[in-house]
């Protein structure tokens, strides 16, 4: 099972429709979680990191946190064609584990939007 | 504020031989860490500094991989010798403290002939 894995795409989706982005984690006891968008020939930026579980939204940006499932999503409402990109999940990894401070990125998602 | 800075942007080499990348990371950001991008992947870590001491290198091929931070500061990843399988992106992140808030350079792309 890879650390951290993210859902197959590439993902494709209309203007102003809502895109979701899946992650899920092997490490049980990560902390922190980070989403990074990376255009086409450019390097990662970050959109957002969530710790707890639950919602947290930034703009037209929700990130959504289940520990006990593993597993984070990050939401795109009223997508733009702007937001065509590949979109990065990336893990803090626990104490105790093999990846303990390290950051571990999934190996994205390539999201289109399309007029 | 300055953003990470990167070079070379570009390079292509032949297998077998040797290439140096350099970073210059947002002033003040005592944590640099180089990254490994082969194309359709995500970011893989090949190591991190804390200040001029290393933090992690367990990703780093130290067969043919080398790097330095020798003042705190700037920083260079050296591969010698190349080989095909090392073509990538190769980016440089900076962060004031601790894994949180990573801030990447533009990456510098490597081709092995």
């Known amino acids: 099972q890879k650390e951290v894995e993210q859902n197959s795409g590439p993902l494709s989706v209309p203007e102003g429709a809502i895109a979701s982005l899946n992650c899920t984690y092997s490490d049980r006891g990560s902390q922190s979680f980070f989403w990074y968008r990376q255009y086409s020939g450019k390097s990662p930026e970050l959109i957002m990191f969530?710790?707890?579980?639950g919602d947290k939204e930034d703009g037209r940006f929700t990130a959504q946190l289940n520990k006990a499932s593993q597993y984070v999503s990050l939401l795109i409402r009223d997508s733009q064609p702007s937001d065509s990109a590949t979109y990065l999940c990336a893990v803090k990894g626990g104490a105790g584990g093999t990846s303990y401070g390290k950051l571990t990125f999934g190996q994205g998602t390539i999201l289109t939007v399309h007029p | 504020e300055a953003g990470v800075a990167q070079s070379p942007r570009y390079k292509i080499i032949e297998k077998r031989q040797s290439v140096a990348f350099w970073c210059n990371p947002i002033?003040?950001?005592?944590?640099l860490y180089w990254y490994q991008q082969i194309l359709g992947q995500g970011p893989k870590l090949l190591i991190q500094?804390?200040?001029?001491?290393?933090?992690?290198d367990s990703q780093l091929p130290k067969d043919r991989f080398s790097a330095e931070r020798l003042k705190g500061v700037d920083s260079t990843l050296k591969i010698q010798p190349a080989k095909l399988e090392d073509s990538a992106v190769y980016l440089c992140?900076?962060?004031?403290?601790?894994?949180?808030?990573?801030?990447f350079g533009p990456g510098t792309r490597l081709l092995v002939l």
């Open positions: 002033s003040g950001h005592a944590t």
């Open positions: 969530i710790y707890s579980n």
């Open positions: 500094f804390q200040n001029n001491g290393v933090v992690d």
């Open positions: 992140a900076s962060s004031l403290g601790g894994v949180e808030t990573q801030y």
